[in-house]
């Protein structure tokens, strides 16, 4: 190296791909950490199915159910479970919780089309849907392409029964039509926000009458009676449901190489599934430590499941208090990853980038000092000491990472739920996986980012 190659290298600040910066051990290690990975997607669409999957994999791993009136010693482990829809998982640390708690706070519900309360009708003899689109989509992308229908309905007795349809093979899909190009002339002048319009993100759900019947609306009579015979339901029962349209496809490789996975809602599971697997490999740490998955992020925290609710900080509270802690202590001590996903640089969209600010695709997990939009409004904005701790971290144990904003100054924004986690007094930001087409049905991560994710929380939980 000349004497210029190596100023360069120590007064530059750089980031490179992260393949020059891993042994091949641990590409191999970060491919195969992806596959599981890619069967969890597939698996796991909506935050009720995340839960699930999670609580499932929690209990064979040795957790329990989190019991407010118990305590807990070093290195037990417990899940709590906030009505089906965020969880959080816990193992107890070695030092008492009043000196703080290590949080990798991620979201697990995606951008979809919820069902109506009142869904279900019946025009030109085709069954369909209506929907009211959940998080920021653009609606156009949400045409054409094979869906299927996920969530849950409450009975009039207060029974409730599970509905997953469109993912088996040889299950039925469901569809939102568009117009054909040759009638779209008027439709294609609308601006692009406009090519779809919410109410015309209608769900086909069938075409067939009930056999021998002369009444009106027969198709929509014929579909009533299927779904009464498999689910035991009658039309009131959309009023107590959540159903949910997703995409009906399941995560990939994509690239010759394969070094990346198309599939719907990385944003935000991508950050979920490797903080769960740091949880899962924390051992015995020092401090309590903690992967909490919300809901409701991508609706803006609200409601009693997103991170913008007291329970997790209830939750600390209690840890805190078993221990005869104080809650308010345990929490001004405690420290946060806020795992969610950033935009990755898009060669075909440079404009929006600034170049130098942005995050790329295989370049490690990217570190957002903050969010928002306007002069960073409605952001926590992460304080140079705790990006420095975290900077430090990542360097001094081998977690290959990168800085980003989102987009130009002035382009657009977004939040993330840093700014809930930080009204707790707790210092936080946001770490997370750079995504390509972020919001559409079938967005791309980079498989060396996703495990630069998963080493990043448990460096995090355990040094
Ligand atoms: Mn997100
Ligand atoms: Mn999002």
Not at 55 to 72: I, M, Q, R, T
Not at 445 to 451: E, G, H, P, R, T
């Amino acid at each position: 190296m000349s004497k210029n190659e190596e100023l360069r290298e120590k007064l530059f600040c750089t980031a490179d791909h992260a393949c020059k910066k891993i042994s091949d051990d641990e590409l191999k290690t970060a491919d195969s950490f992806a596959e599981g990975y890619k069967k969890f997607m597939s698996a796991c669409k909506t935050e009720r199915e995340v839960v699930n999957f999670v609580k499932d994999l929690a209990y064979k791993n040795g957790f329990v159910n989190f019991d407010p009136k118990e305590s807990y010693n070093a290195g037990d482990k417990v899940i709590y479970n906030n009505r089906g829809k965020a969880v959080i998982l816990a193992v107890i640390g070695k030092r008492p919780v009043e000196e703080g708690v290590r949080i990798a706070a991620a979201h697990i519900d995606s951008p979809r089309l919820d069902l109506k309360p009142n869904p279900l009708y019946e025009d030109a003899e085709f069954a369909l849907f209506k929907t009211h689109y959940y998080g920021g989509i653009k609606k156009y992308q949400w045409t054409a392409i094979p869906l299927a229908l996920h969530g849950v309905v409450v009975k009039a007795d207060g029974t409730s029964v599970e509905v997953n349809i469109g993912e088996d093979a040889g299950d039925p899909k469901f569809v939102v039509t568009d117009l054909l190009p040759h009638l779209a002339a008027e439709q294609m002048k609308r601006s692009l926000a406009e090519g779809i319009k919410g109410e015309e993100l209608n769900v086909l759900i069938g075409s067939r009458p009930f056999r021998d019947d002369e009444g009106s609306e027969s198709v929509k009579l014929n579909i009533m009676n299927i779904l009464n015979e498999k689910y035991g339901i009658v039309e009131a029962d959309f009023l107590s449901a959540e159903l949910e349209v997703v995409p009906a496809f399941g995560a990939d490789d994509v690239g010759f190489d394969r070094s990346l996975i198309g599939a719907y809602g990385h944003d935000d599971r991508v950050c979920a599934y490797p903080s769960v697997m740091a949880v899962l490999e924390a051992g015995e740490p020092e401090y309590t430590v903690l992967a909490v998955l919300a809901d409701k992020e991508e609706t803006g925290s609200d409601g009693n499941t997103g991170l913008n609710s007291y329970y997790m900080s209830y939750f600390i509270g209690d840890l805190a208090r078993m221990q005869g802690g104080v809650a308010s202590i345990a929490l001004s001590n405690s420290e946060c990853l806020s795992a969610d996903v950033n935009a990755a640089f898009d060669p075909t969209f440079p404009g929006v980038y600034e170049k130098m600010n942005t995050c790329f695709a295989n370049k490690g997990i990217v570190v957002t000092k903050y969010t928002g939009s306007r002069g960073k409004g409605g952001t926590s904005d992460a304080s140079a000491e705790f990006m420095g701790r975290v900077r430090r971290l990542f360097n001094e144990n081998g977690v290959v990472w990168q800085v980003g904003e989102l987009g130009k100054v002035d382009e657009g924004g977004g939040g993330t739920v840093a700014k809930y986690v930080a009204s707790h007094n707790i210092d936080v930001v946001d770490v997370g996986v750079p995504v390509l087409s972020m919001h559409a049905p079938y967005e791309v991560i980079s498989k060396l980012d996703l495990y630069m994710a998963y080493k990043g929380f448990l460096t995090f939980f355990t040094k």
